[in-house]
């Protein structure tokens, strides 16, 4: 057992980096583990032991050649890998998330608004005790590095040993290519050092020019207007409309004209969540979104937002909730309900017959689901009122989740009641979430685990529509998706395009 001396060999120094990294930050890992496979069998025991010494063996080779190379950035990088390490367990023990690209994607484009809601306590000791403290070791220790001959010996040893060991254990790489992704994405630190490297290449591609879509047509002048309001981890199954026990839709049930819908999210996150709500079909490309498509179209197209991650949009009128807080009055002002500020105004003022409204809302983001409502809100006590849920009772943190879904239920009501007063027009309103939530069930927090192995609450989302008297009629639709958006709003304001599928179509 190696003891913390000041002066270390670079092969015990590696060494000891790697059983620290392992022992702090290798626990969600083996879990996984454990509960994926027969860990009592002869097979469930060697795919264990390969884990273990592959792990040690791949992380002290990693930490060798970067030292071998320059001990000063070794010692930055090592430094930096612990305390992200220590940051990324946190929340991988606390909310159950995978360190994938998706969830990648989701911490670099969080607001700081967003992000200072996960500040705690807990999260200092983590940072702390296993980043702060093995860093001031990783600064002290001076590290005395081998001969380019001993390099050259070790680095061709450890190589052969990792390759004998991989083909030794050929027949499980079945296991570990179906378990490939959540492995990845708990390995500390390659989990994000390779995810970050392939977010940013797949964000270079997708920043390459949008690919247009075929010219469209207005086909008539009758004034017509959409308002798509895209909600935010919101899961059907709470939602009173969908036969929830408890009346989280006091206002929307006596509302004529509501009709929900089954609907499933093509992900568990929101930039792939709000991409797919406004895309014309499934597809990796940068094709025209739909506001893009309508402005491009002659359509006016107004988009308000609290929220981000939706792909880039091109249009005038792109409002966030700060330029409208200013001629905001009232409690609500703080809360999504600042995206209502003048709407009725703003399409009584507009001089185009086609208008699609989308409001892109935060309401149900956690983790401080009771910070997302105003006070009068509170229809289901008591709440969880703290960042660490698992600290939450599971009843406390469904009714503070509850309480977002009934605020939902007025924000939707409200944009009905302006809808109503605007005679002159034929008017729907459409609300589907981009992905739903987890709320304890299975030990799982939020939403962002793969659609591969996520559970229902995280991809069963509300449909929700509303349309005007003597405006359309609804097919007698079953399931639906995020994609049936785009069609169905072009049918609506009767928008006529090559790329129309009326199949994915909910008006009638």
């Known amino acids: 057992m190696f003891t913390l001396k000041n002066n270390l060999k670079i092969t015990h120094f590696v060494l000891l980096m790697s059983c620290l990294n392992f022992l702090f930050f290798h626990l969600p890992f083996f879990t996984f583990v454990f509960k994926n496979l027969e860990y009592k069998s002869f097979s469930g025991i060697s795919i264990i032991i390969s884990l273990i010494i592959l792990m040690l063996v791949l992380n002290a080779f990693v930490f060798y050649l970067i030292f071998s190379l320059s001990r000063r950035v070794g010692k930055f990088l090592l430094v930096l890998f612990f ?150 981890s919101a899961r059907s199954q709470n939602f009173s409309l969908y036969g929830y026990d408890k009346n989280t839709n006091p206002l929307l049930s006596k509302i004529t004209n509501v009709f929900h819908f089954n609907a499933i999210s093509s992900a568990t996150y929101t930039t792939a969540g709000v991409k797919a709500i406004l895309d014309y079909k499934n597809t990796d490309e940068l094709y025209e979104i739909l506001p893009n498509y309508l402005y491009r179209n002659n359509v006016e197209v107004i988009w308000r937002t609290s929220n981000w991650g939706e792909p880039p949009v091109h249009i005038k009128n792109y409002q966030k909730e700060d330029v409208l807080r200013p001629n905001c009055k009232g409690e609500g002002c703080g809360y999504d309900e600042v995206l209502l500020t003048g709407l009725k105004e703003q399409i009584r003022a507009s001089t185009k017959n086609k208008i699609l ?59 009905i009641e302006d809808l109503k007063e605007l005679k002159d027009y034929k008017s729907t309103m459409l609300f589907v979430s981009d992905h739903g939530e987890s709320l304890g069930e299975k030990n799982l927090y939020m939403h962002g685990i793969p659609m591969s192995i996520a559970p229902k609450e995280q991809y069963e989302i509300p449909f929700i529509v509303w349309i005007s008297d003597n405006s359309r009629q609804l097919k007698a639709n079953k399931e639906l998706t995020q994609y049936h958006v785009f069609h169905s709003v072009l049918n609506f304001l009767s928008i006529e395009s090559p790329i129309y599928d009326e199949e994915m179509n909910i008006f009638k």
């Open 83 to 232: 305390c992200i390490n220590a940051i990324a367990v946190y929340f991988v023990n606390t909310y159950g998330v995978i360190i994938d690209e998706s969830m990648i994607g989701n911490v670099l484009n969080t607001k700081y608004g967003e992000a200072s809601s996960f500040f705690s306590l807990k999260l200092i000791a983590y940072l702390v005790l296993f980043g702060v403290i093995p860093s001031i070791y990783i600064f002290k220790v001076k590290i005395i590095k081998d001969t380019w001959k001993k390099f050259l010996i070790t680095i061709s040893l450890t190589l052969i040993f990792i390759l004998a060991l991989a083909f030794a254990n050929a027949s499980n790489w079945l296991w570990i290519d179906k378990n490939s992704k959540t492995l990845g994405g708990l390995a500390m630190p390659w989990s994000y050092t390779v995810n970050i490297s392939l977010f940013y290449a797949h964000e270079f591609k997708k920043n390459q020019k949008e690919i247009l879509l075929p010219n469209a047509i207005v086909k008539n002048n009758e004034k017509s207007v959409v308002v798509l309001v895209i909600g935010e």
């Open 357 to 415: 409204i989308v409001l892109h809302t935060s309401t149900s983001h956690g983790p401080t689901y009771s910070k997302k409502y105003p006070p009068q809100f509170e229809t289901f006590k008591p709440v969880c009122n703290s960042v660490e849920l698992g600290n939450c009772s599971k009843k406390e943190l469904i009714i503070a989740y509850d309480n977002t879904i009934v605020y939902t239920d007025y924000i939707l009501s409200k944009v």
